[in-house]
Structure formats: C-alpha cells, structure tokens
C-alpha cells in the first residue's frame, strides 16, 4: 500500500525541479503532458485516490488538487519566462539586414508621352473638356482646305505633308481636323481637346516625322480673346507650376483671327533670359479665334457662335517638363531612358 | 530678315533700350529672334609709326592713335601707311560675340587690334586692315560713321509681306510707340507715255502688274559707302550701284525689283508669257535652268530673259559698261512663284516675298524711289515710264462694330484708341454710330474682316493688356461624365506586369512591315508616296514589327530580355476601300536571350496570364485562346484570341526567321490585339454578386495526355461533365519528362465545386468527379490521377 500523501509531495519537488529545468516551450509541453496529462503521473495518483479509506480521501484529494493546481500555474509562470526570454532574444536571434533591397526588375515604366498626355487631359477635363478623337490618314479638305489653307497656300510649306497609297490621302500633318471633324458632328457648346499623331515631311535635329499634338476647341456664343488666355493660363500654370506667367504675342495662322503664339515663362532662369530660352519665354503653343469661315466650314454660323482654338505640342511639353535631352528622345527605344519614368 | 536699327532711324524714331524695342515688337507679332551688334566701342584710329615684330617676320607693330595718347599693336596686315586712318578695337571691344582682348603675339603685347572690313561686317576684305576716309575724325566710335547697328534678326509672319522691309517695321513702331513715320522723299517718275520700250503682258493671270523705268545716261560703279553698309547689314552683299539699288529699295519697301540692261533686250522691248517648252535661261547666279510652260518669264522680243519674280538672267544683266538701264517691278501671282520656285529648289529674296502675295500697290513708289537714287548716285535720267496695271486694286472698307470688337478681345478698347491705332497703321478709318469703318493701306492685302480689324487693334493695344477669364455662363448639361478610358488602366498593369512603354514610328520597311501580324490584317501595307525616312516607306499594319526591332536594339545596347508595349494606331488599307481602317492596336513582346524553348515557353505562359489579368482589370471575363499556326509565329507555340467567335489577337512565340529577319537573337515571345475590341470599348463597370454561403470542396486532377492535347479542350469537357457544381478549374502546373511516357504530357488541374444553396456532400462532389475522369479517359485517352 502505498503512502499517497508521500508519493504526492515526491512527485511535487520532482515537478517543480524539471520545471525549472525546461529549456523550451517544447519541452515544457512535453513535461506538462507527462504530469497533468489524462496519463500523466499526477493524474495517475489522483486515480488512485479511490482506494484510500472515505476519512483519508478527502483531505488526500483536496491536497492532490492543491498540488495540481500550483504545477499547473508553476508551469504557466515558466512558459511566461520562456516567452519573455524567447522575445529578448529575437533581435539576436532574428537580425535581418533590412537595408539590403534587391534590385526590382519585374516593374515596366509607361512613355513620358504618356505621361504628359494624362496630365493634359486631367488638365483640361478638369474644366469641362472632353476628348476628341479623328482619323491619322485624312483628305486634304479636313487637313488643309476647311482650315483655310488652300492649294498653294504657302502654310503648306510649312506642313509638308505625307501621301498615301495611290489616292489624295495624306497623314495629317496636325490635329486640326479634328476640329472641324467635331464641328460637323456636333453644335455648340463645343469643349474639346484632340490628342494624337501627326506627321510632316521633316527630319533634322530638331525635327521628327512623326510626332505628337493636342488641340484645343472651344466654341460657344460669346468666346472671346480673354477666355482664351484665362483657359491657357489655367493651362501652363498648371502644368508648369502656379508661379509661371504666359504672354500672348501676334501671330499669323490661317484657321484663327486674331492668332497668337502663347509662351510661358521660364522656369531654370525666372524669366531673365538663359540658354534654354528666349528672353525668359519659351513658346509652347499656337492658339487665336476660330476664322469665321472655319466655323462656317464646320457647319457652325459665326452670328450665333464664336470660338477659339489652340495647338500645342506635347513632345515639346514633355521635353520642357521631364528634361528630355532631345526630340528623338520620344522614340528612343532604349530601356535605360524608358526606365527613367 | 535681318533690320538695321541704324537704318530703321531713317524713318522714325528708335527706342534706344533695343531690348525693350524686341519685346515690343514681338509681342506685336514680329518676333525678334535676335539682336546683333556688329562693332562696339570700336574707334577711328591713326596709324602713327610702323615697324617689324622683333620675332615675327610675317607680322609688324602699328602706333596708333585715338587722340592724345597712343598704343601699339601687333597686326598680320600689309596695306598699311603711315597717315592712314584705321578701325581700332581695343582690349573690351566687342565684334559681333567676340570681345577683343589684349594678347601676347611673339612677345610682344598687343593692346588691341586693326580690324578688316570683314571682320565688321562692312565688307568682304578679309586680308587688309579697312583703311577709312582720311577726314574720319580721330577717337571717333566707328557706330557713328557706319550708323547701321543693332542689327535684329526678325521673324516675320507669313500674311505680312510688307514687314519684310525697313519701312515697314518702322511704321509699326511708329504705331506701337505712338511716334511719327517719315517715310523716304519719293517724287513721281515722269511718265513719258510716248519712248522707245514696250511692255506686255501675255498672261494677266500669273503678272497682276507691270511698272518699268527707262533710265539713260547711267554710269555703273560702286555704291557709296553708307549703302553698302546697310545692304551689308540686311545680309546684301553690295555689286553695282545699280543692282544695290534695286536691293536697297526692296529692302527699304518690300517691292523686290529688277534692273535690265536695255540695250541687251531684242526689240526693245519686254513680254510677260508663259515659258515656251525647252527654253532655257543662263541666270544670274551663272546656272542654265531648263524652262517649261509653267514657268512665267519675263522675255524679250527673243528670248526669256529673267524668270518672273525669282532671279534675272545673265545677258541682260546690267555690267559695268551699260548706260540704258530698265527698271522693273512688277507684282506675280503668289502661287505661280510658289510653284516655280519649289519645282526648281531655288528660293530668292524676291521669291521669298512674291509667294506671300505682295500688294500691287508697291510697285509704282518702288520703281520712282529707284529712279531718283538712280538719278542722285549714278547720274541716270528718267526717259521713259510704263505702267501696265489692268486690273487696279480696290481696297474694301471693313466694318466693325465696337461692341464686336470688345467680343472678340475680351477687352474694351475705346473707340477713339481703335481709331488712332488703324490710322497710326495707315487704314482710313471713319466712325459710325456703333463703331468704324476702316479701310486698309494699300501695301496691305490680309485684312478683309472685322476679325482682321480686331487682331490689328488687339496686337497694338498690347495682349498683355487682354485680362484671363475663363468661359462660363449657365448652359444645359449635354455631356455627362462617362469612365470609358481604358488606356490608362490597361499602361499601368503592363508596367506593373514589367513591359515598358515606347512610342515608334508609324513608318515602316516594306519587307518586315506585314511579317508578323493579326490573321484579319491586310496582306500589303499601305505605301507612302513622299517618304523620308530610309527604306520606312508603308505604314504598319502591325506594332509587333517595330516593337522586335526595339528589342534587338537594346539586346545590341546590353540590354537583352527588355519587355515592351506600345498602343498605337495600324492602318489597314484594302483595295477598293477609299479609306483605310485604323485600328488601335495594343502590342505586348519579351525579349528570351538564352534561346531556351522552356525560358521562352515560361515568358510566354507569363504573357498570356497578364493579357488575362488586363481583362480581368477592366472588369471582364477572361478571353479564349486558340491554338492555332498563325502566321509569322512559331508554327507549335502560337494561338489566337478569341472574342465572340471573331479573332481579335494573336499570341505566340515569334517565328525564328522573322526573328533573323530583324536582327534579334534567342527567342520572342508577343501578343496583339485589336484594343477596342479587346477591352469591350471601355471599362465595365464590376458587379458584386453575393459571396457563397455554403463551403466548397477542393479536388486536383492530374491527366496525362498526347503531348499536343490543348488544355482549353480539356477544360471544355470537364465543364461539360462538371455539371452546375463545378464553378471553378484552375490550371496548376504541367510536367512533360522522364517518368512520363514518350509523347505524354501530365496537367495539374484544382477543380472547385461549389452549391449556392447547400453544402455539398462528398458523395455527389465525387460522383462529378468521376464523371468528368471517364469523359477525359474516353476523349482523350487520358490516364487520369485524381
Ligand atoms: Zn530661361
């Protein structure tokens, strides 16, 4: 017969010293299964309980469960140690070199074209434009006839055009008919800007083929001069920064009248003149008052409605804004210049 | 065109802040590119003691001096005496952008330099120092002997004809500054109707006028020196006293002039007419042109003897021994001069201002302001002047009310203000009771309209003075907002997905244009008639061409493996179709450098998940794939997309000899599509459907098959075996190797079954399943591993 009260106190001092012994909570798992488990040791003893006599049992019990309990909380206080220690050590244990970033290369990069065209748009829809859309092969009415540039025109040297297949198509040279492509479609009030390619017969060093425009219309009863430069001076400040300024200056175009060139002020000097620019300007756009026989050639009467109209170009913008070294820079294929956007 | 602020002085009075001036005047609409000042500080000197450099014998040291004191200078020069009086630039002067300073020659310093006529811009002597005139006071700034500078390089536009000389731009700053015009004293040529020459006209279309001068008793020589260095100034390289006449005065008024040697002309006499079919003509600049009908020429009884309005001929050019001198100027149809001058790639001064339409009107004062300088400088006598003018020109009167004049500039100009900037240009202006009449000068044919009346008043009154508004009143809603751009989305995932955006040309090679294309692209790319740059002579039918080609660039750059897109216009032309399609096309390449079939199977397997999260982005179900030898592509690894029945992509891995073709080593791997199609015409709008409430069950399936079994088959006879409850397969992995038999293939796939109004037990998922295994054992011969 074995003396419980004994075995219990053993078993107690045993506990408590591999208790203190456990090193991880693993182990101290696997102690706590050994003792408190349905076969562990202490339960075992409790089992055998039911052999003592009814006066002995239940001050035996009530001991058993005492000593329960404290291992049960014994072994709670070393996890809590274990846990603390564990999380002292894991800046040790852990240490990564958060510094050391590997190189991305899965990330593409979209055109600066893009870009500034995004950013054009944004501009201009913030205002209540929406954006037009035309053929890139076009007749030489849209191109060159309904914009008041005739046959022989001398603005046709200016544009040399394209031909294409064996008809009297051509690439348009500017986004221009666009307009009256709009105009046939649609009566005032007119807020439109165009996007796209256009390409003229030049290649030099600042010259390519193939490059890009954005038109501007805006047709309505009562336009006038003012409205334009308020709409291009919203325009260039926000693209360029709120602390630019924008001078109109006379200007000859066949489609408007009065026409004039709009120039911003230049940001690397301030406006007091520098290498990059004119006397403190730089040109980036034509614009004036829709002609009269425009209007009439996109089936809008110039009694009820007037307008104004501007181009500008975005390789220019994008160039002036990014830093581009160059113009071929927009069709530059390399990479290492894409991946700079 | 270059003008002579010395010149400009003649005429009216000029600012003396230059830099003010250009700002002015471009704001007006004449944009001064540039302002040069040809000498500064350069001063009369006289030499005093010559003698050689110690060290130099090609070199000698001038005393001069400018008044009391003198300095010495080391000069290359050998026209030197004593006594002469010489251009001195000492250390500080300027030279157009060059600044003298004081420099070591041999040894010996030298405080400044002697300057040649060259080297002022007064003459072409490059070897001598410019010996002046001996009464040139000493210490005197050469600015004032030779008053021509600041030179400004001036653009001007092309309505403006009339801009293209002195007077013209010095009554614009007359007008700009409010100043006074003094225009050069002209009399009247003596018209004696009744002399020896006769002038015709034989084609009133292409000549609107005629005004000839026959001048007697001229003796050729040089010009004086004050015209000469204005001609110089304007960019004119003087020759005769006559020629530089008829120089001077076009640059003076704009009216460009010719000057015949009358004794050289058969018959005396002069016949404007077309040119007759192999005529040919030695003109000036010593050249025979070969004529043609086209061409107006301006001939003698004989023969041609100037081309109309573009350059004159050799024979009847005056020399040194002519005495009978003609004068002409005339006025040609602007598109006429266009014409011949761009068909014979010779662009003249004269050309130059006839093709922008010259006004009649300038003719007449043209020719009697050369006769009187011809008279005052080299003795000639008017004896005879012809006007053929059939047709006068009528200038209209523009009326403009004031209240549109507001409207158009957004600015109220008062009435009186609009008045006295038209009439300060020359325009005869009468007020009305709501505003003005104005008619323009005759030296002017661009205004026609109250919009023309409008820009003048606005460009003199200063745009600078035009406040900024915006447009707005209160107008009816017509447009509603509408996320319909797909663009931006679509650019933003594939650089997300690692391609990088390029924009290329829409000009392509005739013989890689349609290598690579979409099955619906025309076969033949449309030409370009004109093109310009070497070889580029279609459009593309097909960004993917341009696209590989970058690739093989920047694989030539050190770059392989580079991944690019571009979304751009092709055009597709037909025959029969007056307009060619242009569509928008969406092009999507990754470069494989190591060649490998796997690597270029797994880039390829990479591109055609992005193309499903595109769509999947954009809000729209995943597109068919096809596999399918497109042409173009690797004949096995190649497929087409498919969207409701129609082929509206392609999808592969590039065909290797289009790939040696373009030059680009290892493997490609490409897709195409038609973008509007591809992304349904815009965004769709995601709809949410209500999440399942029931657990689904998992089940892999691993089937091995004949190597060329395509998947998208397979997935069609699980889905039709799968029943309602199979709402999902996904495509986990394939394995093609050694623990396989030769000629099979193993695909992974996970099939998710799912019920929306109950939990699905084991029982029926399984009973699918094995549905689904004994259609593919029977349809494809599959061993299948569940
Ligand atoms: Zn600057």
Known sequence: MANLPEDLERLRLAAHSQIAAAQDPTALEQLRVALLGKKGTLTATLRGLGSLP??????????????????????????????????????????????????????????????????????????????????????????????????????????????????????????SPVQIRYMEQHQPPIRIIAPGRVYRRDYDATHLPQFHQVEGLCVDSDIRLSDLKGTLEYFARSIFGAERRIRLTGDHFPFTEPSVGVAVSCGICGGAGCSSCKRGWLEILGAGMVHPQVLRNGGIDPARYSGFAFGMGPDRIAMLKYNLPDIRSIVEPDVRFLRQF | MLISAGWLREYVDVPADTAALAERLTLAGMEVERIQEPFVDVVVAEVVELRPHPNATKLQLARVKTGDASIEVVTGATNLSKGDRVPLARAGARLGNRTISAEVFRGVRSEGMLCSAIELGLGEDADGIMVLDRKAPLGADLRTLFPIGPVLDMEIKSNRPDLLAHLGIAREIAALYGTALRP?????????????????????????????????????????????????????????????????????????????????????????????????????????????????????????????????????????????????????????????????????????????????????????????????????????????????????????????????LGVSVPKRQASSILERLEFAVKSTTDGLRATPPAFRL?????????????????????????????????????????????????????????????????????????????????????????????????????????????????????????????????????????????????????????????????????????????????????QAAVAGFHQGRSGEIIREGAVIGAVGEVHPGVLRTLELPGRAVVAEVLFDPFVEY????????????????????????????????????????????LREIAMLSEYEGPQLPWGTRSISFRLVYQAADRTLTAAEVSERHEAIITALRRRFGADVRA
């Open chain 2, 682 to 725: 815009g965004l769709a709008v995601p709809q949410a459907s209500p999440l399942a409430r029931f657990p689904d069950i998992r089940r892999d399936l691993t089937v091995i098959v004949p190597r060329q079994a395509a998947s998208n088959e397979l997935l069609q006879v699980m889905h039709e075996h799968g029943g309602s409850t």
């Open chain 2, 184 to 408: 050069p004293a002209s009399r009247p040529g003596r018209a004696l109707a009744a002399g020896p020459a006769s002038i015709t006209i034989e084609d009133a279309e292409g000549c609107r006028r005629f005004v000839g001068q026959l001048m007697h008793g001229v003796k050729v020589g040089p010009s004086p020196s004050w015209m000469q260095a204005r001609l110089r100034a304007a960019g004119v390289r003087p020759i005769s006293n006559v020629v530089d006449i008829t120089n001077y005065v076009m640059l003076e008024s704009g009216q460009p002039m010719h000057a015949f040697d009358y004794d050289r002309l058969a018959g005396g006499r002069l016949v404007v007419r077309r040119a007759r079919a192999g005529e040919r003509l030695v003109c000036l600049d010593g050249k025979t042109r070969e004529l043609t009908p086209d061409y107006l020429v301006v001939a003698d009884a004989e023969r041609a003897q100037a081309l109309a309005g573009i350059i004159g001929g050799a024979d009847s050019a005056v020399q040194a021994a002519t005495t009978a001198v003609l004068l002409e100027a005339a006025t040609w149809e602007p598109r006429r001069i266009r014409a011949t001058s761009r068909a014979l790639g010779l662009r003249s001064e004269a050309s130059a201002r006839f093709e922008r339409g010259l006004s009649p009107a300038l003719s007449k004062p043209a020719v009697d302001r050369a006769a009187a300088l011809l008279a005052e400088i080299a003795s000639g006598t008017e004896v005879q002047a012809v006007d053929v003018y059939p047709v006068p020109l009528v200038q209209r009167a523009i009326t403009v009310r004031s209240a549109e004049l507001d409207r158009i």
């Open chain 2, 446 to 626: 661009d205004c026609s309209i109250p919009e023309d009346i409008a820009e003048e008043v606005g460009r003199i009154y200063g745009y600078d003075r035009v406040p900024s508004t915006l447009p707005g009143e209160r107008r009816p809603v017509i447009d509603v907002y509408q996320l319909a751009d797909a663009d931006d989305r679509v650019r933003e995932l594939l650089a997300g997905l690692g391609f990088s955006e390029t924009v290329t040309y829409s000009f392509a090679e005739a013989h890689t244009a349609t290598l690579v294309r979409l099955p619906s692209a025309p076969a033949d790319a449309l030409t370009v008639r004109n093109p310009i740059l070497e070889r580029r002579d279609t459009l593309r039918v097909s960004l993917l061409s341009g696209l590989l080609a970058n690739l093989a660039l920047n694989a030539r750059q050190d770059q392989p493996d580079t991944r690019l897109f571009e979304l751009a216009t092709a055009f597709w032309g037909r025959a029969g179709d007056a307009w060619p399609e242009e569509p928008r096309l969406l092009a999507v390449a990754a470069h494989v450098s190591s060649g490998q079939p796997e690597a270029a199977a797994q880039a390829l397997r990479r591109l055609e998940a992005g193309l499903r999260l595109l769509r999947q982005r954009i809000g729209r179900q995943p597109l068919a794939v096809r």
């Open chain 1, 54 to 175: 009814p006066t002995e049992r239940a001050q035996a019990g009530e001991r058993a469960n005492a000593v329960k309990k404290e291992l049960e909380e014994a072994i709670a206080a070393r996890a809590a140690a274990l846990e603390e220690a564990r999380r002292a050590g894991l800046a040790e244990q852990e240490w990564l070199d958060i510094t050391f970033i590997p190189q991305d290369e899965g990330y593409g990069h979209l055109h600066p074209i893009t870009l500034i065209m995004r950013e054009i748009r944004a501009v201009f829809s913030h205002i209540g434009y929406t954006v037009a859309v035309g053929p890139e092969v076009e007749d030489e009415w849209h191109n060159f006839e309904a914009l008041n540039i005739p046959a022989g025109h001398p603005a046709r040297d200016d544009m040399d055009s394209f031909y294409v297949g064996s008809g009297a198509l051509l690439l348009r040279t500017h986004t």
